[in-house]
């Protein structure tokens, strides 16, 4: 929960009335829409993002509305900056209104192979702008990520930190080239998507670092796998993979790392309960969540693979 002091300070910079702030949501309930049509504001804390890291966050997202991917458009606030500090622990950054709503799953209207090719085409375009990016501020590379600093201290099970410790050996002798790595979104998941009428809009870059193109493409596979039945899971993740890599090609033609889509859809299922066992508050999860974190912990432990087949 933000200060009072924090959201008065905000109101007072923006030149607006309390009521015309409203909050949107976030994980730390820190995003808001100003009315009437202002735009979103995001605050944040020093302690949890860096300005650095935030402001090469905003520079990446205005590369890619230059090279018409459709994201979320930052926007320069007075003084012509991306970010302005509000008082000496938070600062705050403003993106356009997007129009249209989160995807949803159940609707059938919604959630089928149209939008997969074009989530799949929006992913591609964006990577394949990344070849050409040349910052002047870096996002931070995969292995800066914060999870991996709290490993040792976090108390996670033995066997699991080892399982993280592979993979970091591994991935040092995973091909790095333009076409296999670069800057990606990091949590390109369906709940980072808006639609609208046709259009698509890719939202929430605070997890972008450079990593593997695979990985991006693996996030969306993970997720939207978990959205249908287990017994339904292989038809349905086929059929998504299938529409989701038609439309990637699109954006993307050049694909010499698509072996390696199985392996990080299990290495997200790692990161996915690390993720949770760090940051989830366990008094407010339901028994069915705190079952449903067991049971990824036991297959973690077990290693056995996430989606149970092999894409390709």
Not at 109 to 123: D, P, R
Request: charged share 20%; net charge negative; glycine share 6%.
């Amino acid at each position: 929960m933000l200060p009072d002091t924090v959201m008065n300070e905000l109101i007072t910079r923006l030149g607006c009335r309390p009521s015309d702030v409203k909050l949107l949501g976030g994980y730390n309930s820190n995003v808001f829409e100003v009315l009437p049509d202002r735009g979103v504001v995001k605050i944040l804390e020093t302690t949890s993002a860096s300005e650095a890291d935030t402001l090469g966050e905003l520079e990446w997202l205005e590369y890619l509305v230059s090279k018409k991917v459709q994201v979320a458009k930052p926007l320069r606030l007075s003084d012509d900056e991306f970010i302005h500090v509000i008082s000496g622990e938070y600062y705050v950054v403003m993106y356009d209104k997007i129009n249209g709503t989160h995807v949803n799953p159940q609707n059938p209207q919604v959630w089928n192979s149209a939008l997969f090719e074009k989530w799949g085409e929006a992913t591609g375009k964006m990577h394949t702008a990344a070849k050409c990016y040349h910052p002047a501020q870096k996002r931070p590379h995969w292995n800066q990520h914060i999870i991996l600093k709290k490993l040792d201290s976090a108390g996670l099970d033995p066997i699991l930190i080892q399982k993280w410790r592979h993979y970091g050996k591994e991935f040092e002798r995973l091909p790095s080239t333009r076409h296999h790595f670069g800057l990606i979104h990091g949590d390109l998941h369906h709940g980072n998507l808006i639609v609208h009428n046709d259009e698509l809009t890719l939202i929430d870059f605070g997890d972008s670092e450079y990593h593997w193109f695979a990985y991006d493409i693996a996030v969306a596979v993970y997720h939207a796998a978990q959205t249908v039945d287990r017994s339904d899971r292989e038809a349905f993740v086929k059929t998504f993979f299938q529409s989701f890599m038609t439309g990637y090609k699109r954006g993307n033609a050049n694909t010499p790392f698509l072996s390696q889509i199985d392996y990080f859809i299990d290495y997200r299922h790692l990161f996915s309960y690390t993720y949770h066992f760090l940051y989830a508050d366990y008094d407010k999860l339901t028994e069915k969540q705190l079952s449903y974190l067991n049971d990824m912990k036991q297959s973690l432990i077990m290693g056995s693979s996430f989606l149970g087949f092999s894409l390709l």
